[in-house]
Structures are given as C-alpha cells and as structure tokens.
C-alpha cells in the first residue's frame, strides 16, 4: 500500500482555495500511484476555526468540501479533517472529525475524543468527544485513524485525560496509524512531537503517519514536519519545515524501518524560519504586500526589517526614521545604514515638531509639572501617528517591533511604539533577539554592528538606558522565562535563586502591565507560551501585583 | 435551620480582601442565628480566575483561605467555593470544588461537573469534571451541594452535557438543593436564571437556594440577584441586583412557599446600573480613583460621562472638549453645557496645531495624494494622544466611549477614539445609547436634548454624517444583533427580510474589523454576546469577508 502524506498551508474560512489545494494535491497523490492521501486536522476549513463554528453556514460549507472530496475519491480513498454534527441533542453540538473517503462513499469517520483547552487551544468550546473507537479497513489494511491530540495522553508525564483513544482500537489490532494533526510551533515543539509518535509507536508496535498543516493563521504558526516512523522507533522520514508538501511512502519499506530521517533543530534557524512564514502569510492571507515600519538604530527594529524584507522582498518594505532631540547621531547613522544595505526606501521625519505643538497645546494644563513618562510617551505616539498616516495613505501595513521582554514589563508607550498589526518580536526574549541579529548577519553584516553592540536604549531622555528601570536583559530574561513559560511562582523562583527583591518587582511589572498586553497586537507565536490566546489573565486582579 | 446566602463582590486574587469579606459575613450570619452560610463559586479566589490557577502558589493561597474559613465553623457551617487539587495522575489538575465546612471539619466536597467552556468561560481549560454526586448530611437535613453550570442541564432545549448532576443526587432523597455561583450579567440572564432554577425545582420537587457574585471583573460584570426557590416554584425572595447582599432565610418558610418576591427587570435601567458598577469596580480595584475622557458634543461621549460621574462622582471626572476645524459649533456648545450640568472640569484643547503640524511633515510623502480616511484618522490620533497625556499627567484613567454599532462595523480609528482603559459602551448598540440617554434624562435635562437629536456625525470631514458611510442604526442594529448575538448566517438573515447587498456588506465590515476589536480596551459585557473573550474570531481569516 502506498500512503501519500500532504502537509499544506490552509487558510481559516477559505473553502475554495483549501479545496482547489487538496484536489491539486489528490493529484499529484494518484500520480504517483498512491492508494490513499491523508490532509490535516479540520483541513477543509483552516484551524483555528474558533467561533466560525458556531455558525451553521460554516458547518454546511465544511460538508460541501467533504462532499467534493468524495465525489473524486476514486482510484483512491482520501482522509481529510472537518467539523461535523453531533446527531444527539444532549452534548455539544460538533464534533472534529476525521473522513476517510473512498469510491465515491464515506468508508469511515473517526471523531476526537481528547480536545485540548489549554493554552492557545479552545476545542472543548466547540467539539463533543468521541466515545466510539474503531479501525477502518481499506485494502485488507486496519487503519487505526486518529485526530491530532488523541495520541498525546501516551508518552506524557501528566496526561490531561482519562482515557487514551488508541488503547480502544487496540483490540482490533490494527496495521497502522493515521494520525491527522494541526500542531502548531513552537522552537522546542518538533522534537516534542516526535517523542510523542514514538512513545505510541513503541506502545502500540506499529507504524504510524502523522499529518500536520504548514503556514501561519495570524499569530499562530505551523511548521510542518510530518513524521512518518517505523515500527522499529526511528524516523523514516520528517517532511520539510514551514513548506508545504506531498510525499507517497510505502507501507512495507515503512515496516521494514532502519532509516533515520530526523532534520537538524537549531533553534535560532526555526524562530527565524517561523517569523519569516509568519509575516509572509499575515500579508498573503489578508491580502496585503507592503509593510512599513519605523527605524529607531537600535536591534528589535533591525531585526524586524530584515525578517520583513525576507518575507515580502525588500521592494514591499517601506521604513521611517524618526529622530527626537533625544536621538544619539549614530542611531540615524545605523538606520540608514541598514536600510542601504537592504535595499528598501527610507524617509526620515523628525518628531520634534508635532512634540513641541503637544507641549504647547498642553502648556496652560501642565504648567509646573515635571518632564516624565508623559513627554517619553508624546514621542512615541507622534511616531505612532506618523506610521499610521504612512499606513492609511498607502496601504502598507504596519509592523509591531516589541520584544517580548518589554512586552512582559510593559516597557513600551501603548498606541505609540505598541501600534502595528501584527507583532513580530512580542514572543522574542531580547536576548534572542540578540541571537536571531548575528544569525541574520552570519553570511556578511546586514544590520550595522553598532545597532548589536550599543547598550540598549529607547531614547525618550537624554542618556536613557534600559538598564535605568529594568535589571539587565540576562538576568531579566531567564526569570521571565521561568515565571511565563514555565508558570513558576515567587516561592520557586527564590528557590532557583533569582533575588528575592527582583522576583517581586519584575512580577508585579509583568501583572500589572496586562492592561497594555490586551490592547497589543496580536503576536507571532515561537515559544510554547506566547502573549494572546494563549495566556489568559485578567486585569483587574490583585496578585502578585 | 437557618440558611444565609452571602453575595458578595469579589476580587480575584485578593485573597486578604476576600476572606475579610467572607468572615464579617459570617459574624452577620450568625448574629441573625444562621445555621448555614452560603458563598459563592471560587469566592476565596474571585471569578474568573483565569491562568492563575496554573500556579501552584494560586492553588495554596485559596486552600490557605479554605482553611481559615474551616476554623471559624463553629456554631455554623460555612460553604464556600474554591479551587482543589485532582490528586489522580490522569486528567486535569484541578476540580472546580464547593466546600462544606463545619466544626473546624471538612463535613463534604462537591466538584463541578458541567464545565462552562463557551462564550467568556474556559473551566475545561483547567477543571476535570466530577463523577461523583453525593447529599452532605447536616443536622438531620441531606443538601445536594452543586457548583452553578450543574443545574443548567436541565430546562434547556439543547443541553450542552449529556449528564445533569442532580439526577444523580436523587436517588439520595436530598431535602434542598444549594447551589453556589458565579453567573455574569446579561440584560436578559436575571430572568433566564429564575427560568433554569425552576426548571430544576419542578423537576426535584424540592427547594433551591441559589447564590451569586455580585460586582465587577474588568468586563465581566455579575449582577447578585440571588433565588430562593420554593417547591411551588416561585420565587420565595431574589436578592437584590448589583449589591452586596447577607440574607438570612428559614427552610420551613421557604417549603412553605406561596409568595412570590421577583424583582421589575427593565432592560435599560439593567444596562444602566450594570455599567455604573462596571465602571466603579474598574477604578476601585486597579486603585484608581479619576477618569478622563473626551467629550465631543455626540451622544456616546454625553452618555459615558454620566455615567461615570454617577460611578466616580463629579469632582473625578475630568473631560477635553478638542474642536477641530470641522466641528460645528453646538458640538462645543453641547459639550460645554453638558460639563456645565454635571459640574465637571473641562478644558478646550484645539488640534488644528498638532494636526497641522502631522501635515506639514509629511508633505513630501503626501505630495499630490487626496484628502481621505488617514487625515480623518490624524484627527483622532491627535485627540487619543492628548487624553493620554492628560492621563498620564495626572492618573486619570483614560474612559473610551465607542458604542457597539461602531465596533462591530470598524466605524472608529484605532489608536485614536479607540483608545482608552476600559469600554464604557462598547455592548451597547447605537440605538440603545439613545435609550440610555433617555433614560439619564428621566428625571431632568442633563444631557442637552441637541446631542440627543441631531444627526450623528464624527465630524471629521465637513459635512459628515455616519449614514454616508453607513446604514441608518435602526436598520444595522438589528441586523448586528442577529448576527452577532444569535450567530445567523446570511442565508439566515436574508429569509428574516434583510436586504442582500446589505447583509454581504455589513457582514463584510464586520469581520475584516476584526482585527481592531483584537485591540480594542475591553467592553462592559452586558448583551449575551459581548466583544472580548466572549467572541473568538480569526484575524486573517477569509470567511464573510
């Protein structure tokens, strides 16, 4: 038996192009005489669906696709994800379910019966779990199909559920597994995930294919990498990274096993991989393709035009320069040097004079008041408006540059340096960001070194350093890390050794700044707890704030 | 026996503050000879708590308060909502858990079993469902003890579980039912409840006491309005809405029955109060004590600072009148009037200056391009920028006042008139903003009738109204109401008599804005379908669009 695997950047809602997709790919399968193709989770209608669902119009456009696969599921039987209609009154409404087509009829459906709610994932909102397990069998093959989280209760330290889907099917003793997945990335999620297929691969002693989606949805990016793995636990074959591709594998050459394909994970190249898709596909999907963005001299917008004009070409990338009286000379110096070296358009407005038009509107109201955040913050707004005009006037969309550690203290002017439509650094520690500007420089300097070496600054009073009013990026970061990825809290922060004092001031700058993070733009997800859908905190709370 | 149920306004994370509640609400209890006292869902923690149950110091905080209500349990039993641990390896790790505390003694724990994961709730993102349902036995007396969703199983056409708890306590006999809350306000839940808790009550034969939070959340707001059922199934007393409330009620009594204590429910004084606690709670809770805001001389902007001179108080109001050069003349009038009525400070802060000056810096850019939306939008960055100024100046939080008509359709300037803390009128459509000022002016003119009457417009080209760029509100509301509210496609709204192009357009305008409500400050929920959590849609989604 042949088994093609067909990993594809779908487009959340965009029937007719996942259709005209997968039917290109049903091709490409049959040409290579594949006897059945496997798409992605929910393929038909892109993932995350999120409340689209909840809209009967969506369902029967969903069917409409499954309707058109099966018409030409002939000479060979298709697998493909779509939510379908829970018949039983009692439950939720869907469920998310895996066809398996062929002939020209349903041979099978598979629902899920694990439905992540955790992190960016809301499926139990939607979806009722199976109850029912099953094998289909196609060719004198038992295929034992299976929907994405279903085969994470295996190999995991602390299972999130109760039952594992695949123990039910195990009694029919199938052939193999067919597992059709829409996972998305994260840099230590690849390897995750093999892990996983293989704990079930060794569990259950057959082979299994697993199907992912590539391309981003806004913020949340997929990275490919379906894994095909023989029973003997190595990897026979790892589709490429944030690429869409079909590739036809056969069953006994699977069987038989003793080839190792796993590709390198570097984790530098996978977040600037993943910010590359992810930019590229905000603009695609919405329909855009130009971008502008302000140049301030320092790293996070260097390393966001560079990352920019490797997705939309340097053609696309329009940049700003807007010095203050605040402006080290060197910090226009590098900008422009950078946008030389890239080959992009620049103009350079100087901020000063909508400043001084603020203080002297304001002057009757602050009338003995101090220099403060306020003037550090008219600054930033000015060059917020000042994008935004550029923006509005010539469609080029704007792009957000904070990283993630001043998004997680809130050092950043809201409606001012926060302004863009998609943030492509927000889930960027600033030491990484460090890492991806020598990486992007590795085959000769792109991004003027001064912008890597300088002590970094925002420039909205003279002599201002970060370090002023943050502890420095290497000590800052590793507890942002530990207190936002790794959810640790005061008592085990102490207990690794951060001081006690800074555990307790950088807790509180990161709680009580969530005010600001609800109003960011969305960010492009490349760790496994990214700011937006996947950390949920409210605003009003009082802890540890 | 004597049951008192507590309804109080919780602080989530406030552990301190909400024990100090809990325990003076006991010492009123007991003094008025109470054998019971009942709290609210999660109340030690507040609700929701959100991803702060992902840390354990979160889990140790509310079991610490568990403890400390343990202890003070004697002489009468204390029941109480919080989080506890799952101690089984598979699963969640959390139960969402009431307590039933007596003599220093854990007497009983039931866990929730109907984890609301729809609209703002995600329970299933950190709860595992109960399977076990017991009666406590208290002084003679069996309790089916029920932590809220678990009783809405029953009495809904299409129920979203495929157990109801309850059946399963039947076989037990209880004698009442007491069921501990946290059920956010909408204008149309009082009544939607009272119809949920009968439903129950006709079903078990047996009576219910059922208690609520009251206050607000950042958006969500809880509205109290406790139930006393009785086995006739009339409301033996509701307590009353939006106030803390300890009331203290005789079983024999409430058996009784025949008297029917429902509260008047009007949809605009609901919405009314709702935001003047959304409001209050906003400031109270964060420690702020000032707003600011814009005042135009519409109708939004008059409507919002009544309300929250009536939630802050006057002298904590403060506004900006910031005529343009195609601002009519009664706009400033209006305005002025308005501050006058209320007797709030105002200052008058032109922007021709600022906007001037964006204009002469960009000439070169702008060179032979037309007036469009981006000077339009200038307009109202200028106007964001100053607001914040002030706010950041003095502290004042910064009130946004977009009504829901707007937001849905993207009418409003991110950045710019969409700037501000929280959304004071962001759930309420443009209709119903008229509504409300009727409803303000019930009882003399403190809004002048010219902002009332006089054709909307945002005054940001000459001559502009909002129904050149937009259907009149009495046509758009509706059809945004069914479409956002209750989810109907366009084959729906179409067979309901709605224009075709009309529906196509507005759902278009709807769902390419997605991507400024994902930055909008959060709504005042009030509609059972407000914007924020309560509403996931995708940004580069290509669906009605």
């Known amino acids: 038996m042949r088994i093609a695997l067909a990993q594809l950047d779908y487009h959340i809602g965009n029937f007719e192009g996942n259709l005209a997709k997968m039917l290109a790919a049903v091709e490409t399968a049959k040409s290579q005489g594949a006897d059945l193709i496997c798409f992605g989770e929910l393929a038909v209608c892109g993932y995350p669906p999120r409340d689209f669902l909840e809209f009967d119009d969506f369902i029967l456009q969903s069917q409409a696709s499954v309707d058109a696969l099966k018409a030409v599921s002939h000479g060979i039987a298709i697998v493909v994800g779509a939510p379908t209609r829970n ?14 087509l062929s002939e020209g009829e349903v041979l099978g459906v598979q629902h899920k019966a694990l439905l992540p709610t955790y992190d960016i994932f809301d499926e139990y909102r939607y979806f009722e779990p199976a109850t029912e397990f099953k094998p289909i069998l196609f060719k004198g093959k038992k295929i034992a199909l299976s929907v994405c989280e279903d085969i994470w209760n295996v190999g995991n330290e602390n299972p999130l ?5 695949l123990d039910e099917m195990m009694p029919h003793k199938p052939d193999f597994i067919l597992n059709l997945s829409a996972s998305p990335f994260d840099y230590a999620h690849a390897a995750l995930r093999i892990q996983i297929v293989r704990a079930n691969v060794e569990r259950y002693g057959i082979p299994m294919f697993y199907t992912n989606h590539t391309g981003a949805q806004t913020d949340i990016i997929f990275d490919g990498g379906s894994i095909i793995m023989s029973p003997d636990g190595q990897v026979f074959d790892e589709m490429p990274y944030f690429e869409e591709s079909v590739k036809v594998y056969d069953l006994d050459e699977v069987l038989r096993g003793g080839r190792s394909a796993e590709q390198p994970k570097n984790k530098v190249q996978l977040i600037h991989d993943a910010l590359v898709i992810g930019i590229g596909d905000y603009f695609r999907k919405l329909g855009f393709k130009k971008a502008i963005l302000g140049l301030s001299g320092g790293i996070d917008s260097a390393v966001t ?19 203050s009286q605040f402006s080290s ?19 350079i407005v100087a901020i000063k004079p909508m400043y001084e038009a603020f203080e002297a509107a304001l002057k009757t109201q602050f009338e003995g008041q ?3 955040v306020t003037e550090e913050n008219i600054q930033a707004r000015v060059r917020g408006t000042l994008l935004m005009a550029m923006s509005n006037k010539f469609g080029n969309i704007l792009l957000n540059t904070t990283n993630k550690s001043e998004m997680s203290v809130g050092y950043g002017t809201l409606y001012g340096d926060m302004c863009g439509g ?11 960001v460090y890492e991806l500007a020598n990486y992007l420089n590795k085959d000769g300097e792109v991004i003027p070194q001064n ?10 009073h003279p002599g201002q350093k970060d370090t002023d009013s943050l502890p420095p990026y290497e000590v800052l970061d590793p507890l942002l890390f530990q207190y936002i990825e790794c959810r640790q809290g005061p008592r085990e922060l102490i207990a690794m050794g951060f001081d006690e004092a800074l555990v307790k001031r950088v807790l509180r700058m990161v709680n009580i700044n969530e005010f600001k993070r609800e109003q960011a733009a969305p960010v492009l997800r490349v760790s496994s707890k990214g700011f937006g859908m996947g950390r949920r905190m409210p605003i009003v709370g009082k802890y540890l704030s």
């Open 161 to 165: 559920y109760v039952i594992s889907p």
């Open 422 to 432: 998609i943030s492509v650094l927000g889930d960027v520690y600033k030491t990484e």
């Open 451 to 460: 912008s890597i070496v300088k002590p970094p600054s925002a420039e909205l």
């Open 305 to 323: 035009v560079v990352l920019a004009a490797k997705a939309l070409g340097p053609e696309n990338v329009r940049v700003l320069l807007m010095p």
């Open 370 to 372: 101090p220099f403060n």
């Open 87 to 100: 018949p039983v009154v009692a439950g939720k409404d869907l469920f998310n379910s895996a066809y398996f």
């Open 329 to 347: 000379g060197h910090s226009v110096d590098d900008a422009r040097q950078l946008a030389e070296n890239l080959g992009i358009t620049y103009d």
